[in-house]
């Protein structure tokens, strides 16, 4: 405070107490020193005198040890409700709204996606769909290509925490389990939407119930011109399900295929913009439910897919090959003019084929299971 006049006046503030008042100025400076020690990212080791390594310790919740199935389960269900009011046109934009997983999606359109858990790649999460492994054995890259979108999803379970070790080597991070159930009712379901850069989408869902025999078939196409360059896509989905339910009996058959072209514009090298590649997937699988006192739950699949990668994309407003030589259909809307020792594309074509049984009961002991899986890639 800065006071320029002082009033003697009976009626002043400092006048009426009756004191000597001594107004002064007081100085205070404050200095924080830190070391530059102190602030670099390496720090913590230059003042461990030597590495110590822990023993092997027994996790005890109570007064006896944690037996392997009270480990923690961390498990996260998406409904089916959550699913019609995300504000998503695929499950791979509803899969970012989860707190648990992380998912990169290369491309719109649900065309290709990264799934991450706790950290790790997309090749360490396993991806089930009603229970069967469809993991792509060449990348994981491939595994979220399926043959349904969420219309036809009834929930999604996800998975992780050293529980996973249930479902084998391949979920290092997590699992991740795509559910569809067809309906005890009739009914149908279409969907439709559009937008800019030519985008389309459709989708038709049918339930068909007769007694004890359910069916899901359901049908998903879209299509875009891409956004920016080389970034246009089409994709089919086809996929039936059949239930036949007898007492506590169920037969599970189930057919799938999926179709993916794109344009992969800086999807794996954004130094090369003109990438294509077109994905097809076949899928089907028989299982049994059975049992009361012993459930059993015996089932056989087989999943097919085939990969065309082009690092430059072959068509008529693109590229050609003739002789051994990538030459340019149109030199004023591509990059190169002729690549030469670019002559021929990449094909592969991976076959898995999976058998697995279930057995579990329950006692008073508590409930005992034995699984066992044999898979061929």
């Given at each position: 405070m800065n006071f320029r006049k002082f009033s003697r006046k009976s009626y002043a503030a400092f006048h009426s107490m009756h004191k000597v008042i001594c107004i002064s100025t007081l100085c205070a400076t404050c200095c924080i020193i830190a070391s530059s020690s102190g602030v670099t990212a390496q720090s913590d080791t230059i003042y461990l005198p030597k590495i110590i390594n822990l023993e092997e310790v027994e996790i005890v919740g109570q007064k006896s040890p944690v037996q392997f199935d009270e480990l923690p389960r961390l498990v996260?269900?998406?409904?089916?409700?959550?699913?019609?009011?995300?504000?998503?046109?695929?499950?791979?934009?509803?899969?970012?709204?989860?707190?648990?997983?992380?998912?990169?999606?290369?491309?719109?359109?649900?065309?290709?996606?990264?799934?991450?858990i706790r950290g790790g790649s997309f090749d360490h999460t396993l991806v089930l769909f009603n229970g069967i492994n469809i993991s792509d054995p060449q990348t994981g890259h491939l595994s979220l290509i399926l043959p349904v979108e969420s219309e036809a999803i009834s929930r999604i379970e996800i998975l992780n925490g050293p529980a996973t070790r249930v479902h084998g080597t391949n979920a290092f991070s997590g699992v991740i389990n795509f559910v569809t159930h067809p309906s005890e009712t009739n009914s149908i379901k279409l969907t439709a939407s559009a937008g800019e850069y030519g985008y389309t989408e459709t989708?038709?869902?049918?339930?068909?119930?007769?007694?004890?025999?359910?069916?899901?078939?359901?049908?998903?196409?879209?299509?875009?011109?891409?956004?920016?360059?080389?970034?246009?896509?089409?994709k089919h989905n086809l996929f039936y399900q059949g239930q036949l339910h007898s007492h506590e009996n169920i037969l599970d058959i189930q057919l799938g295929f999926a179709f993916r072209?794109?344009?992969?514009?800086?999807?794996?090298?954004?130094?090369?913009?003109?990438?294509?590649?077109?994905?097809?997937?076949?899928?089907?699988?028989?299982?049994?439910?059975?049992?009361?006192?012993?459930?059993?739950?015996?089932?056989?699949?087989?999943?097919?897919?085939?990969?065309?990668?082009?690092?430059?994309?072959?068509?008529?407003?693109?590229?050609?090959i003739e002789n051994g030589i990538c030459i340019s259909n149109d030199p004023s809307k591509t990059s190169r003019d002729t690549i030469d020792w670019y002559s021929q594309h990449n094909h592969h074509i991976n076959d898995v084929f999976g058998a697995q049984l279930n057995l579990s009961t329950n006692t008073k002991l508590g409930t005992t299971s034995f699984g066992w899986h044999i898979r061929s890639e």
């Open positions: 996260t269900i998406i409904s089916s409700n959550e699913i019609e009011s995300a504000p998503s046109h695929s499950f791979h934009d509803l899969l970012r709204y989860t707190a648990a997983i992380d998912n990169r999606q290369r491309g719109k359109g649900g065309i290709q996606s990264d799934l991450s989708s038709l869902t049918v339930n068909i119930s007769k007694k004890n025999f359910r069916n899901l078939i359901h049908y998903q196409y879209g299509h875009s011109d891409g956004y920016t360059y080389n970034t246009d896509y089409n072209e794109f344009g992969a514009n800086g999807f794996y090298s954004p130094a090369l913009p003109e990438q294509f590649e077109h994905n097809q997937m076949i899928f089907t699988s028989i299982s049994y439910k059975s049992g009361r006192i012993i459930k059993i739950e015996p089932g056989i699949y087989w999943r097919r897919h085939r990969d065309r990668f082009e690092y430059f994309r072959e068509d008529r407003d693109w590229y050609r």
